[in-house]
């Protein structure tokens, strides 16, 4: 008896364990590292190898009025054009990954996508 009863314990244990894994071990990524969101950085070469998680953020830090942060889907990712998506503009920008898939990210001023200011990411 007293050896089911610590059996049923330790699977109660590893089950809460597994539960809050994403919650404890999440990850603030901040993008493009010490260069931050602007024109001239490599963003393929920043998120290769980085394994984005549900609960995750990407914090996007750039000079306020010098840039923002617009999510795009896959077509206006590939034609550097936002026609839906509300711009951020803060310039620490914190953008919680909430769920899995591609995600796609661009400077929406003027030129700035087209010089290589964007980003797409596979949250796991």
Request: hydrophobic fraction near 40%; charged fraction near 15%.
């Amino acid at each position: 008896m007293a050896m089911a009863f610590s059996l049923r314990v330790l699977l109660v244990a590893i089950a809460v364990v597994a539960m809050t894994a994403n919650i404890c071990c999440a990850t603030d990524y901040n993008v493009g590292d010490s260069a931050g969101w602007n024109t001239g950085v490599d963003y393929t070469a920043w998120a290769k190898g980085k394994t984005f998680k549900v609960g995750d953020t990407l914090v996007f830090k750039y000079p306020v009025g010098a840039h923002n942060v617009i999510e795009v889907n896959k077509g206006e990712f590939e034609g550097c054009k936002a026609t839906q998506g509300v711009p951020l503009t803060s310039g620490n920008d914190r953008v919680p990954l909430r769920s899995s898939g591609p995600k796609y990210f661009i400077c929406g001023v003027a030129g700035h996508c087209d010089l290589g200011q964007k980003l797409t990411i596979t949250v796991s």
